[in-house]
């Protein structure tokens, strides 16, 4: 069974562009949920999809944003990016989003 | 509110020690409880869970107990393997305020040979 895949692996972006993040959940897992990972902040809840509504956002701007697609497989969008936007950004997938989820590897995304 | 309060780290035991790393919880609701461990470079691995009081997850060797009277899920290994270093993350989620993980700080293993 194929695992959570994330695409691209590694991001180099400059201020003030905007960048689009893809994942892939599992097959037949209907909840998709973002983190963003830093060493300053840890592990931080951005959002939450299930059957292409989200049901849960976290504590970040409006330039952070996201969808899920009819096949579950979805993307978050960064727009005016800063500097500190810099940081590993997880994807989790979830049958139901109440249990265990399964992380991808993650995006890295460097803003310089 | 929900928050994970984690062991400080990082840890450096020799190949064969006793593994304690300590995580204590607090919650509103009845949460499920997590360890997750992260490989250099790599996302969340999924390490044990436990749904319910007294629950016990275990894997790979790695045990916790979900303690409700003291709020608290410790992770134990009886003998480490240097394949074990990595950063350990305790998680809970719980329905009652949405969906979301509440990870500790995670602690840093390293076992030396």
């Known amino acids: 069974k194929a695992g959570v895949t994330q695409t691209p692996r590694y991001l180099i972006k400059t201020r003030g562009q905007q960048v689009t993040l893809s994942c892939s959940p599992i097959s037949g897992h209907r909840s998709v949920s973002w983190y963003q990972q830093t060493p300053g902040q840890g592990l931080q809840f951005l959002f939450e999809y299930f059957s292409e509504t989200q049901r849960n956002k976290g504590n970040f701007p409006g330039r952070f944003s996201g969808r899920q697609f009819s096949n579950s497989r979805s993307e978050m969008n960064v727009s005016t990016l800063e500097l500190g936007d810099s940081a590993l950004y997880l994807c989790?997938?979830?049958?139901?989003?109440?249990?265990?989820?399964?992380f991808g590897q993650g995006t890295r995304l460097t803003v310089v | 509110g929900n928050s994970v309060t984690q062991m400080e780290g990082p840890v450096t035991l020799s190949e064969e020690a006793f593994l304690t790393i300590n995580c204590t919880y607090t919650a509103t609701g009845y949460p499920s409880l997590f360890w997750y461990v992260q490989y250099p470079g790599e996302g969340l691995q999924l390490l044990l869970k436990a749904t319910k009081a007294d629950d016990k997850g275990s894997n790979k060797g790695f045990e916790a107990t979900y303690r409700k009277e003291t709020t608290s899920f410790h992770l134990e290994k009886g003998s480490v393997q240097v394949s074990d270093s990595a950063v350990y993350f305790c998680a809970l989620r719980t329905g009652e305020t949405g969906n979301q993980f509440y990870f500790g700080t995670g602690t840093s293993l390293t076992v030396i040979p």
């Open positions: 989790a997938s979830s049958v139901t989003g109440l249990t265990e989820a399964f």
